[in-house]
């Protein structure tokens, strides 16, 4: 069984700053962190690989610096790693994004399931995961809080609902998003750290991946992110500072003098 998870590099949501020029976000001198939703991805992706054997693949686009994130992933046990790099990818919304990542999927043989976090924190669309089985033409579900292979060939999958939960089952290859319900991720090991910090990665473009530039990146979008801004502080908001039991004490005065903004 040959799982790929995707993951993504996003900036550190601390350090968050917005260009006032190009209303984008800045990530030149911005930390950099590993999507948090996609950890729990490549854990359910361990966890069946340790339940029925196989291989593991985590694959990321973005640019040279990213490779530290395929890096940590691989500390964790994850056999091997890909990036996608070139800079015309650069500016690619959900469509090119998913395109580049299914071109990558194919190209890196058969592919029993591609597992993705739920969203990342800087765009927020949860668009990428049904996008990528749309250009793979696969079956695909989200919000999975548990897998299971049933048969050799078929994915049963526990998916959260509004409601509670449901579940799917789908033939493979397919591809799946899941939840951090799935169980925490593990942490690094020292022999896994180690091999992380010397396995060669490989780094494909658009030319390896058979892709033209009208395809992907900018030129490639059907949309384009117009403003970035951060909300304007209101002048009649009140901080409540102090302990716990100072702070409930304050709302709760305020609250009883009918002195709360915007209630």
Same mark, same amino acid.
């Given at each position: 069984?040959?799982?790929?998870?995707?993951?993504?590099?996003?900036?550190?949501?601390?350090?968050?700053?917005?260009?006032?020029?190009?209303?984008?976000?800045?990530?030149?001198?911005?930390?950099?962190?590993?999507?948090?939703?996609?950890?729990?991805?490549?854990?359910?992706?361990?966890?069946?690989?340790?339940?029925?054997?196989?291989?593991?693949?985590?694959?990321?686009?973005?640019?040279?610096?990213?490779? /530290?994130?395929?890096? =940590?992933?691989?500390?964790?046990?994850?056999? /091997?790693?890909?990036?996608?790099?070139?800079?015309?990818?650069?500016?690619?919304?959900?469509?090119?994004?998913?395109?580049?990542?299914?071109?990558?999927? =194919?190209?890196?043989?058969?592919?029993?399931?591609?597992?993705?976090?739920?969203?990342?924190?800087?765009?927020?669309?949860?668009?990428?995961?049904?996008?990528?089985?749309?250009?793979?033409?696969?079956?695909?579900?989200?919000?999975?809080?548990?897998? /299971?292979?049933?048969?050799?060939?078929?994915?049963?999958? =526990?998916?959260?609902?509004?409601?509670?939960?449901?579940?799917?089952?789908?033939?493979?290859?397919?591809?799946?998003?899941?939840?951090?319900?799935?169980?925490?991720?593990?942490?690094?090991?020292?022999?896994?750290?180690?091999?992380?910090?010397?396995?060669?990665?490989?780094?494909?473009?658009?030319?390896?991946?058979?892709?033209?530039?009208? /395809?992907?990146?900018?030129?490639?979008?059907?949309?384009?992110?117009?403003?970035?801004?951060?909300?304007?502080?209101?002048?009649?908001?009140?901080?409540?500072?102090?302990?716990?039991?100072?702070?409930?004490?304050?709302?709760?005065?305020?609250?009883?003098?009918?002195?709360?903004?915007?209630?």
């Amino acid at each position: 069984m040959h799982i790929v998870v995707c993951i993504k590099q996003v900036p550190d949501a601390k350090n968050v700053r917005i260009d006032p020029e190009t209303n984008t976000l800045v990530r030149q001198g911005v930390d950099s962190i590993v999507n948090p939703h996609d950890w729990y991805a490549v854990e359910a992706a361990l966890l069946l690989r340790d339940e029925y054997g196989g291989k593991t693949t985590v694959m990321t686009m973005g640019p040279p610096q990213a490779e /530290e994130a395929l890096r =940590e992933t691989l500390a964790l046990g994850v056999d /091997e790693a890909v990036l996608l790099s070139d800079r015309a990818f650069a500016g690619a919304d959900t469509w090119a994004t998913s395109l580049t990542l299914a071109r990558a999927v =194919e190209k890196l043989g058969p592919v029993d399931l591609v597992i993705c976090g739920k969203q990342a924190i800087d765009g927020d669309t949860a668009q990428v995961g049904p996008g990528l089985a749309a250009h793979l033409d696969q079956p695909y579900t989200t919000y999975g809080r548990r897998l /299971e292979l049933v048969n050799g060939d078929q994915l049963r999958v =526990e998916r959260l609902t509004d409601f509670g939960y449901e579940v799917v089952q789908m033939a493979l290859p397919a591809v799946v998003t899941v939840v951090r319900e799935i169980g925490d991720p593990r942490m690094p090991g020292l022999k896994h750290k180690m091999r992380a910090k010397k396995l060669e990665i490989p780094t494909w473009g658009a030319v390896d991946l058979d892709l033209n530039p009208e /395809e992907v990146g900018l030129q490639g979008s059907f949309t384009q992110v117009v403003k970035v801004f951060s909300p304007p502080p209101r002048s009649d908001r009140e901080m409540i500072t102090g302990e716990v039991e100072e702070q409930a004490e304050k709302l709760f005065n305020l609250l009883r003098a009918g002195k709360v903004p915007g209630l």
